[in-house]
């Protein structure tokens, strides 16, 4: 088994196992820890009531953008753009690093259903190498995350030889 810290460890600084996934609200956390493992958890982010009170507005948010991505009135390059971003900070800023393959898995599958391939390739390849690192070579999501980046490679190349038919039979006329 390959153990991945998800942020750097201080010398001496107590290392912990997170027992509910971290994208989820510190209430939903408590919960779930409760009902499957019968304790409270005394972590940094769940027991500092500022700390839940940021963290929980931010993964709202997350949760917002990730809903409005799903729209069909965002999907400019722009505001796709403006949104991913925002994702990355709200990524960074709560230490969400393992799921940032995820997301980026949906982000690509935003890319190519506008259309632009060549970007959801970009985001499907990194998304898929952070599955990968986070989830295993042998995971579910990692697989399904390869075979997307595959699909989107047959695609610009089927895309590619189109046009080079097309330019083809222009040159013919």
Not at 49 to 72: A, F, H, T, V
Request: charged share 35%; with cysteine.
């Amino acid at each position: 088994m390959d153990v991945i810290a998800y942020r750097d460890i201080q010398p001496g600084e107590e290392i912990t196992v997170s027992y509910a996934p971290l994208n989820i609200l510190a209430e939903d956390r408590a919960d779930m820890i409760l009902s499957h493992w019968s304790f409270q958890c005394k972590c940094p982010l769940c027991s500092s009531e500022s700390e839940i009170y940021l963290s929980d507005m931010q993964r709202r948010q997350l949760d917002r953008i990730i809903e409005e991505l799903d729209l069909p009135e965002v999907r400019t390059p722009q505001l796709v753009a403006n949104l991913v971003e925002e994702l990355e900070e709200i990524i960074d800023a709560e230490g969400l690093a393992a799921q940032r393959g995820d997301i980026y898995g949906i982000v690509s599958k935003v890319y190519s259903e506008m259309g632009d391939l060549r970007e959801a390739l970009r985001y499907a390849q990194v998304g898929s190498g952070l599955q990968e690192h986070f989830k295993g070579w042998d995971d579910r999501r990692t697989w399904n995350a390869k075979r997307f980046v595959e699909y989107l490679k047959m695609k610009i190349r089927m895309e590619e030889q189109e046009k080079k038919n097309k330019n083809k039979k222009n040159k013919k006329q």
